[in-house]
């Protein structure tokens, strides 16, 4: 059973920055595909940024080039960097594994339906 533990949100305010990680207890990870997702209030859950077990990374166009993906197979905990925020990022950020039943992920998509593992999220909160 894949366990995910995120951390590091926080309250910061519009231009600041975090860094998010998500601690992964499962032998497994370096062949995962991973991401991050965010859910505002009353909204459905959408995916923010994707990493493969090469490190191909996707991201939604809203946070190209102000959040960065990335993952430490030496310490199985991945990564999103927040840079620029803006209120609109605001938001509960869960992220998410996806373990193939052989082989190496590459590249996986951004709906929640293609990923199997769900951390319980950390809270970022951006004020203007």
């Known amino acids: 059973q894949v366990q995910l533990v995120e951390s590091g949100g926080g309250s910061v305010q519009a231009g600041g920055s975090l860094r998010l990680s998500c601690a992964a207890s499962?032998?497994?990870?370096?062949?995962?595909?991973m991401a991050w997702f965010r859910q505002e209030l009353g909204k459905e859950r959408m995916g923010v940024a994707s990493?493969?077990?090469?490190?191909?990374?996707m991201y939604v166009d809203s946070v190209k080039g102000r959040f960065t993906i990335s993952r430490d197979s030496d310490k199985n905990t991945l990564y999103l960097q927040l840079d620029s925020l803006k209120p609109e990022d605001t938001a509960m950020y869960y992220c998410?594994?996806?373990?193939?039943?052989?082989?190496?992920?590459?590249?996986?998509?951004?709906?929640?339906?293609?990923?199997?593992?769900w951390g319980q999220g950390t809270q970022v909160t951006v004020s203007s």
């Open positions: 499962e032998y497994t990870y370096s062949s995962a595909c």
């Open positions: 990493i493969g077990s090469q490190r191909t990374t």
């Open positions: 998410a594994s996806y373990r193939p039943p052989a082989g190496y992920c590459l590249s996986r998509g951004l709906r929640t339906v293609d990923y199997d593992y």
